[in-house]
C-alpha cells in the first residue's frame, strides 16, 4: 500500500509499524453546529484509508476526537445562555447519526475534550518543565515556537523568513501569522461558566493541545497515521506535531495524510462563508446517503472537489447500473456457493487492489468496478449460479473499500456464513424436488440458527433475524 504523506511530500510504502494494527488518528468535528459535507468529505476519505487497510488484512485502531470545548462552541453556549455540554450534545448526536447515514465505519474510540482535561494539564506542565512553553501575563500559558527545532517541518515554513515574534491567541491563524500558541487560555469574561483549574489558574485548553493529548494517550507516544483536511496543516497539526515531539522527544506520527476541499464555486464550503449544505439539507431534497457517499469518494482525495448537485443526479445513475446488475446475477446464483470466480472478475478485483494501494485511487477503483458490471452484464447468460455468486463475492471484497454497493440494501447480502448456505442450497434443491415438508424443516432449522429465509421469483434470500 502507497500514500502520500504530506510530512515527506512524497509517495512511500506504507504499513503498520508492528505489522498488525494501524494505528490512526483522525481529527473529528467541532461540535458547535451540524457539520456540513466538507467536514464529510474527510470522514469518507479516512473511512476509505481506513477500509483500504482492513482490505489488505491489517487491523485499525482508529481514534476520532470530538473538539467539545474550543472558541467556537464556547461562543454558541454562551449565546444561547445554556451550559457548554448542554449546547454540544445534539450535535455530537447529530454527528454519529450522519457518520451511519454515511456507511462510515466507526473508530474504535471517540474521545471528548471536556473528559481529558486532567491529560492535557500535564501535558503543558511538561512542556513548561521542558523550557518550550511559558506561562504569559493574563495567566495563559503559550508555546515558544523558537525553543522547538522542528517547528515548521510539515508545513515546510521558511520560519526565519516569516517570523513576526507574536502571539496568537486564537486557534486559527495563517501562515503569515506564526508565533507562539495558546496551549491554555487563562479565563475571560466571555467564557462565562466554562473553565477549569490549573496549575496556572482556571483556564482552559487551546485547540491544539486536545488533539495532542487525546492522540497519545489512545495510541502512544508514535503512532502511524494522522489526517484531516488540508485545512488542518497548519497551524493545527504543525501545533500538534511542536506539543507531542518537544514533550516526548519522539517521532509523533509516521504518516501524514490531507484531503482537499470540497469546494462551492471555487470556495471551500464553510460555515464561515455561509456556501455549505449540511447531510440533512440533502437528505431533505431526496438525496440518499449512498449517492452522497459516493460523491464525496469517487474524486480522488487530494483533488479539490466541487460541489454540484448534477454530481449527486449522476451518482444515482450509476448505483442504479451496479444495482441492476448485482440483482441480476443474485437471482441467477439463488443460494450457490461462490466457485470458478471467472477471469474478468479476478482481473477486476487485481485492478481494483492496485488502485486502492495506489494512494486511495478511487477513480481508478471505480473504473475496475464498472469494468466488472460491463464484463458480467455480457457474461450474464452463460454464467453458472456458482460463478455468479462468485462475481458477486467480487463486488463485495470490493465494497469492502468503497461501501456504496451493498449499503442500504444489506438485508438481502449479509455476508452468509457457510453453515446456513449450506442448508439454503439444502432447501433450494428440496424447493426444486417440491419437497416442501423438508423445504420448511430446513427453513425451521436455519430460523433456529437466526437467520430468516425470504422466497421470490427469484429465488431466496437469508438476513439475520
Ligand atoms: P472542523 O469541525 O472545522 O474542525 O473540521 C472537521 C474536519 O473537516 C477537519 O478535518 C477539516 O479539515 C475538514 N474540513 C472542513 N471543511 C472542509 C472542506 N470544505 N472540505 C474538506 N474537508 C473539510
Ligand atoms: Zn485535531
Not at 11 to 36: M, Q, S, W
Not at 142 to 166: C, E, M, S, W
Not at 212 to 234: C, P, Q, R, V, W
Not at 323 to 348: G, I, M, N, R
Request: glycine share 6%; proline share 4%.
Amino acid at each position: 500500500m502507497k500514500v502520500y504523506n504530506s510530512l515527506a511530500r512524497s509517495i512511500e510504502e506504507f504499513k503498520p509499524e508492528d505489522g498488525a494494527e494501524a494505528r490512526l488518528y483522525t481529527c473529528g468535528p467541532t461540535v458547535y453546529n451540524f457539520a456540513h459535507i466538507g467536514n464529510f468529505r474527510a470522514y469518507a476519505f479516512e473511512d476509505v484509508l481506513r477500509r483500504t487497510i482492513e482490505f489488505n488484512g491489517w487491523k485499525v485502531k482508529q481514534v476520532q476526537n470530538l473538539t467539545d470545548v474550543d472558541d467556537k462552541t464556547i461562543r454558541g453556549a454562551n449565546a444561547a445562555g445554556i451550559p457548554l455540554a448542554e449546547y454540544t450534545k445534539p450535535y455530537k448526536e447529530a454527528f454519529f447519526a450522519d457518520l451511519k447515514t454515511l456507511n462510515i465505519e466507526p473508530a474504535e474510540v471517540y474521545p471528548a475534550a471536556t473528559d481529558h482535561i486532567p491529560e492535557m494539564i500535564a501535558l503543558v506542565s511538561k512542556l513548561v518543565e521542558k523550557g518550550v512553553a511559558y506561562k504569559s501575563d493574563d495567566g495563559s500559558v503559550y508555546f515558544n515556537v523558537r525553543a522547538f527545532p522542528g517547528y515548521g517541518k510539515l508545513a515546510h515554513i521558511d520560519f526565519d523568513a516569516q517570523r513576526t515574534g507574536a502571539r496568537c491567541a486564537s486557534d486559527e491563524y495563517d501562515k503569515e501569522n506564526i508565533g507562539d500558541f495558546a496551549l491554555w487560555k487563562a479565563w475571560e469574561e466571555s467564557d462565562g461558566p466554562v473553565g477549569w483549574d490549573s496549575p496556572w489558574g482556571r483556564g482552559r485548553p487551546g485547540w491544539h493541545i486536545e488533539c495532542s493529548a487525546m492522540s497519545m494517550k489512545y495510541l502512544g507516544e508514535t503512532f502511524d497515521l494522522h489526517t484531516g483536511g488540508i485545512d488542518n496543516l497548519f497551524p493545527h497539526h504543525e501545533n500538534e506535531i511542536a506539543q507531542a515531539e518537544a514533550a516526548t522527544g519522539k517521532p509523533f506520527v509516521r504518516t501524514w495524510m490531507h484531503c482537499a476541499h470540497l469546494r462551492v464555486n471555487g470556495q471551500k464550503m464553510s460555515k464561515s462563508l455561509g456556501n455549505f449544505f449540511t447531510l440533512r439539507d440533502l437528505l431533505e431534497k431526496g438525496f440518499a446517503g449512498r449517492e452522497i457517499r459516493y460523491v464525496l469518494i469517487d474524486a480522488h482525495y487530494r483533488q479539490g472537489l466541487n460541489f454540484a448537485f448534477t454530481a449527486l443526479e449522476d451518482a444515482r445513475k450509476s448505483l442504479a447500473r451496479i444495482d441492476t446488475c448485482t440483482d441480476a446475477l443474485a437471482a441467477k446464483a439463488a443460494s450457490a456457493a461462490p466457485a470458478q470466480t471467472p477471469e474478468f472478475a479476478v482481473s477486476a478485483l487485481s485492478d481494483f487492489s492496485a488502485a486502492v494501494n495506489d494512494d486511495l485511487n478511487t477513480p481508478r477503483a471505480f473504473a475496475a468496478l464498472f469494468n466488472l458490471v460491463r464484463s458480467a452484464n455480457a457474461a450474464l447468460e452463460s454464467l453458472s449460479p456458482a460463478e455468479c455468486a462468485a462475481v458477486l463475492e467480487t463486488f463485495r471484497r470490493m465494497d469492502k473499500v468503497l461501501g456504496v454497493v451493498f449499503f442500504g440494501k444489506a438485508e438481502a447480502r449479509e455476508d452468509v456464513p457457510p453453515e446456513i448456505a449450506a442448508l439454503l442450497e439444502k432447501r433450494a434443491a428440496a424447493r426444486a424436488a417440491k419437497d416442501w415438508a423438508l423445504s420448511d424443516s430446513l427453513r425451521a432449522e436455519i430460523a433456529a440458527a437466526g437467520w430468516t429465509v425470504k422466497d421470490s421469483k427469484n429465488g431466496q434470500t437469508a438476513s439475520r433475524a
